[in-house]
């Protein structure tokens, strides 16, 4: 593959590593969030992930801790009932030195194998490792938003961009047209499995929100009682907020003297208004139908952010530009989100805002194969193991989301109960 994929792969070691730069010491053995593994997993997870991946399995090469390599194999959305235990499994977990000289070993051998000439037969492993580490630096980002702002060092200078009033609501109208799922194997570089083969969908007309639903307009659900009305949820949707005693975002915060806050990466805020509200599908689903719509099937997002009037579909919803800070938050390019309006430079043929960054979208799609999936060879459980009915396709990008990963046709997917994720939504009507 040569300089680009190992000029790539030690941007992503180094981003990574200033992620878990920005904590204390204490927080290395914890566990932000129940369904995940303890932050120490993840460093050991990242490494092992690339060499089980390209060393081992794509080109045969001999271990380097056998133990460690299938610790630090796998961890990803464990069913809610199989929430590790955390006093279980503490003396499990290595030393973090020990757990840093196998990840050295691990980048030095990744690496060399990278820099070889040859290794265009081994191209998918090379992709899937390289968007593998930039993705999981997102499920990072939102496990240190659980922890302690103690625990974090705020980098110098960042400040949330809290400033502005939400946008008028507004409605944007797309004519009836046909939107791109998924494409071939010959026509991308790279995709991970589940955006294959081609599929493409006539999509009725319908009428989307301009921006993401603001924490304004969540709010006036919240006053509204919409947590307390049964005929706005789905029914398992109906029996979590009950049992788990749900009022509102899991990124919100009240106090006793009724004001609302939000819960930032470093900072707590007062409720930005004009912020895209984060939420779960099921939150999401619950406020569409309250307010007499619906969210967008996965077709129609495509339609919302990639078609246009002359029939033509783009590649991202602004055009060909390459990505950049004026489309939109993400890239990193800010620890927690902005305020809806602000990026007008990023709007699709149809003047939709914000498709791309600022919040992955939620659909109402359940995440499935397209017709003729096949799992890919270096990495077969990546999608498979979620095609259960349970998990719903999100599309777009949050602040979080690597560049290398917005192409049209990337789909992430979660449970409609999971409430970590940088996660938005807009609203539908029509058809
Ligand atoms: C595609 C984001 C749902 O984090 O659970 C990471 C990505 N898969 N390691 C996840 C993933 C294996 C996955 N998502
Ligand atoms: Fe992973």
Redesign the pocket.
Same mark, same amino acid.
């Given at each position: 593959m040569g300089q680009g994929a190992v000029d790539w792969y030690r941007r992503n070691r180094e981003r990574s590593r200033r992620l878990f730069d920005l904590l204390g010491a204490e927080a290395y053995y914890t566990q932000p969030i129940a369904l995940r593994h303890p932050i120490v997993f993840y460093e050991g997870h990242l490494p092992a992930f690339s060499f089980n991946t390209l060393v081992k399995k794509a080109l045969g090469g001999e271990s380097i801790d056998p133990r460690l390599e299938a610790l630090f194999a796998r961890g990803?959305?464990p069913h809610e009932s199989a929430a590790a235990r955390p006093a279980e499994r503490a003396n499990l977990w290595p030393a973090r030195t020990a757990v840093q000289a196998f990840a050295d070993e691990a980048d030095r051998q990744v690496i060399d194998a990278l820099s070889q000439p040859h290794l265009l037969n081994n191209a998918e492993a090379v992709h899937a490792i390289l968007e #593998?580490e930039a993705? #999981?630096q997102e499920?990072l980002l939102y496990m240190w938003h659980r922890l302690p702002f103690s625990q974090k060092t705020k980098p110098k200078g960042y400040q949330p961009r809290t400033a502005g009033a939400p946008p008028r609501v507004q409605v944007m109208d797309v004519p009836s047209g046909r939107a791109t799922l998924g494409v071939s194997r010959e026509s991308i570089p790279f995709g991970w499995d589940n955006e294959f083969p081609a599929l493409s969908e006539d999509v009725p007309a319908f009428s989307i929100d301009r921006h993401n639903v603001t924490n304004a307009r969540y709010l006036e659900f919240v006053q509204a009682g919409g947590y307390d009305e049964e005929r706005w949820w789905n029914g398992d949707d109906w029996q979590w907020i009950r049992s788990e005693r749900i009022a509102h975002p899991l990124f919100w915060e009240r106090e006793a003297d009724g004001a609302w806050y939000w819960r930032g990466m470093f900072d707590r805020v007062l409720l930005p208004l004009a912020w895209p509200v984060y939420v779960t599908q099921a939150e999401a689903t619950a406020f569409a139908r309250w307010s007499g719509a619906r969210l967008p099937t996965e077709a129609e997002f495509q339609r919302a952010a990639y078609g246009s009037p002359d029939g033509s579909e783009r590649v991202h919803p602004w055009g060909d530009d390459t990505p950049s800070a004026r489309h939109g938050v993400f890239d990193f390019g800010s620890w927690d989100p902005e305020p809806a309006g602000t990026h007008p430079d990023g709007a699709s043929a149809w003047g939709v805002e914000d498709l791309v960054g600022n919040g992955w979208e939620w659909t109402g799609s359940t995440f499935a194969p397209f017709p003729g999936f096949r799992a890919m060879a270096s990495y077969p459980e990546?999608s498979a193991d979620f095609f259960d009915g349970q998990h719903f396709v999100m599309k777009g990008a949050s602040p979080a989301t690597a560049r290398e990963l917005l192409r049209p046709t990337f789909r992430?997917?979660?449970r409609a109960r999971y409430p970590y994720a940088y996660a938005t939504f807009r609203c539908v009507q029509g058809a």
């Open positions: 990803i959305d #593998h993705m #999981h499920t990546y992430n997917w979660f």
